[in-house]
């Protein structure tokens, strides 16, 4: 596939703080359809990574500019735009119903559409070559289960199995903030695509689990962050959608 002249760019990543020291960081030059959120939440004693975009450029040295602490980084999903970089970390997570494909060097983790329709408006250099991108794989340093808590020092965040989008997909839930962490579970897409869970009804029941937790802000997979008041709303369009 041709590369159309698009220009090769410098600083390939963007980031937005957030209160409580929240971060995101996002690959600017992808449509954000196709390139997922990557969080930084710092803690005092080891910061938690939640999701690691696809890999295309390593995101350690922009998270080391936010923060000094051990970095844990934990894919919501085994989708290419979440476990992509996982490999650039020492310590990676995920449910054990995803590091199989996570692991598996023969798996795309579902890239072969990203190479198919996303939408690029710079490159990072130029030898990448647009439809070739393949994600590379990693083993999972850590595997983790519903109930789970990261020990952050100051802070503590939950690990949610909320399969549905894929067998061990996660969301990630801080009390202290009412922060939700979505991951692929839980975005408000403006484009309102069609986007088939693997199991609806796996994915229906998750979501009316997370109608029962005090949310404030939903920290999505792709596009901005919204309020827990919205999530009901979000939650009615989805239920009985793909049925």
Request: aromatic residues 14%; negative net charge.
């Amino acid at each position: 596939m041709s590369n159309f002249n698009l220009p090769i760019v410098n600083e390939w990543y963007d980031t937005k703080s957030y209160p409580d020291n929240v971060t995101r960081i996002s690959e600017k030059y992808i449509d954000p359809y196709w390139s997922g959120n990557i969080w930084v939440i710092k803690g005092s004693e080891a910061s938690l990574i939640v999701d690691t975009g696809t890999g295309i450029v390593s995101p350690i040295p922009i998270i080391e500019s936010i923060t000094n602490t051990p970095l844990i980084a934990a894919a919501s999903c085994h989708y290419y735009d979440h476990a992509g970089g996982l490999h650039y970390f020492d310590r990676r997570c995920s449910h054990p119903l995803d590091a199989a494909v996570i692991s598996d060097s023969t798996n795309d983790m579902g890239a072969g559409n990203f190479n198919q329709f996303a939408v690029f408006s710079g490159l990072p250099n130029k030898e990448f070559k647009l439809g070739a991108y393949h994600p590379i794989s990693a083993i999972p340093t850590d595997l983790l289960s519903d109930g789970f808590i990261f020990d952050l020092g100051n802070r503590s965040i939950e690990v949610l199995h909320i399969p549905g989008r894929t067998p061990g997909s996660l969301v990630f839930w801080e009390e202290k903030t009412g922060y939700l962490f979505g991951g692929e579970t839980l975005f408000v897409d403006p484009y309102l695509n069609d986007f088939p869970p693997k199991d609806v009804q796996l994915y229906e029941d998750g979501l009316k689990r997370l109608c029962q937790y005090p949310v404030s802000t939903i920290f999505g997979g792709h596009f901005e962050p919204f309020s827990g008041k919205e999530l009901i709303d979000l939650v009615g369009s989805e239920v009985g959608r793909y049925h």
